[in-house]
């Protein structure tokens, strides 16, 4: 179990990391729409649609990262107060009866959706520009698949949990920068105070 829960990090860990560049692909492509339109006013037909497909793509490759990292948004105002056996065995019955039902309606009819575009070459309806969209509706099962494989390995965590009396954490690989920026003070304050040179 230990095993697979490090593949299933490892794994969404790599697709959301690769896929979080997306955001500066974005962040480019709106810049340029912004000098186009506002200084040379001749506005792209594409913008919008890249902007949707990119941010899209983004939203649901790093579902599966975010769940890894306990970084979606939970009501756990009373759960936290729970003893750690007691979150990890409502979180089992969550697992099984909500979100792997739904993960799985999400591949299958994401399948059948991306099967039914790739058919007739789909192209985007928001601006005259006829933008390929096809191919990204495959994202949808492909993130579909991310998020079950993730979920069988915190479906292990919870096992684990309910064993040990503990939740086995993933792999710190990112820090808030409001946490970085507390933590440089703290240590700029501490070698003042010892009278270190800055």
């Given at each position: 179990?230990?095993?697979?829960?490090?593949?299933?990090?490892?794994?969404?860990?790599?697709?959301?990391?690769?896929?979080?560049?997306?955001?500066?692909?974005?962040?480019?492509?709106?810049s340029y729409e912004?000098?186009?339109?506002?200084?040379?006013?001749?506005?792209?037909?594409?913008?919008?649609?890249?902007?949707?497909?990119?941010?899209?793509?983004?939203?649901?490759?790093?579902?599966?990262?975010?769940?890894?990292?306990?970084?979606?948004?939970?009501?756990?105002?009373?759960?936290?107060?729970?003893?750690?056996?007691?979150?990890?065995?409502?979180?089992?019955?969550?697992?099984?009866?909500?979100?792997?039902?739904?993960?799985?309606?999400?591949?299958?009819?994401?399948?059948?959706?991306?099967?039914?575009?790739?058919?007739?070459?789909?192209?985007?309806?928001?601006?005259?520009?006829?933008?390929?969209?096809?191919?990204?509706?495959?994202?949808?099962?492909?993130?579909?698949?991310?998020?079950?494989?993730?979920?069988?390995?915190?479906?292990?965590?919870?096992?684990?949990?309910?064993?040990?009396?503990?939740?086995?954490?993933?792999?710190?690989?990112?820090?808030?920068?409001?946490?970085?920026l507390m933590r440089?003070?703290?240590?700029?304050?501490?070698?003042?105070?010892?009278?270190?040179?800055?």
């Open positions: 179990m230990i095993g697979f829960i490090a593949f299933a990090d490892r794994l969404s860990a790599w697709f959301g990391k690769a896929f979080g560049w997306l955001i500066i692909l974005m962040t480019l492509g709106m912004v000098f186009v339109r506002y200084l040379i006013n001749r506005p792209t037909a594409w913008a919008l649609d890249v902007s949707f497909i990119m941010y899209g793509t983004l939203f649901m490759m790093g579902g599966a990262y975010t769940l890894s990292r306990g970084g979606h948004v939970r009501g756990d105002f009373i759960y936290r107060l729970w003893p750690v056996r007691v979150q990890a065995g409502v979180d089992l019955v969550l697992y099984l009866f909500f979100f792997f039902p739904g993960v799985t309606a999400l591949v299958l009819s994401g399948w059948k959706y991306a099967a039914r575009s790739w058919g007739y070459t789909e192209v985007s309806v928001n601006s005259p520009a006829g933008i390929p969209i096809y191919q990204f509706k495959t994202v949808i099962v492909a993130a579909g698949i991310l998020l079950f494989i993730q979920g069988m390995a915190q479906v292990c965590r919870c096992i684990l949990c309910l064993r040990e009396g503990y939740w086995r954490s993933a792999a710190e690989d990112v820090e808030e920068t409001d946490q970085a440089q003070h703290r240590q700029d304050s501490a070698s003042v105070g010892s009278g270190d040179p800055a």
